[in-house]
């Protein structure tokens, strides 16, 4: 069983700020899941030969050819803000103090 703990450290990593309730169903819904696991776990599978994928597809993709680049009034037109001619876009990653 997951404990709430285990539920606000997750909630942390996710970033995610839950209610009391909110926390309750995430609690059981990831105890439900691990209980599936656990009935995966003592499934038989003597003999059964193992795999990666269900099915043998390989990726077909094209030759990555360089192109033109896009003219910069047209990335400028695009971009959210420029600065000093370089693309200015929110900070993603934040430092921990």
Do not use: C, W
């Not at 105890?31 to 656990?38: A, I, R, S, V």
């Amino acid at each position: 069983m997951i404990d709430a703990a285990q539920i606000d450290h997750l909630a942390t990593l996710a970033r995610l700020q839950l209610t009391p309730e909110e926390r309750t169903v995430m609690q059981e819904d990831l105890t439900k899941l691990l209980g599936y696991f656990e009935q995966l776990n003592e499934v038989n599978t003597d003999g059964a030969e193992e795999m990666q994928r269900p099915v043998n597809l390989v990726n077909v993709l094209r030759e990555d050819v360089a192109g033109q680049p896009f003219p910069a009034g047209v990335i400028a037109a695009l971009a959210p803000e420029m600065q000093d001619g370089q693309i200015r876009i929110p900070r993603t990653v934040e430092a921990e103090s």
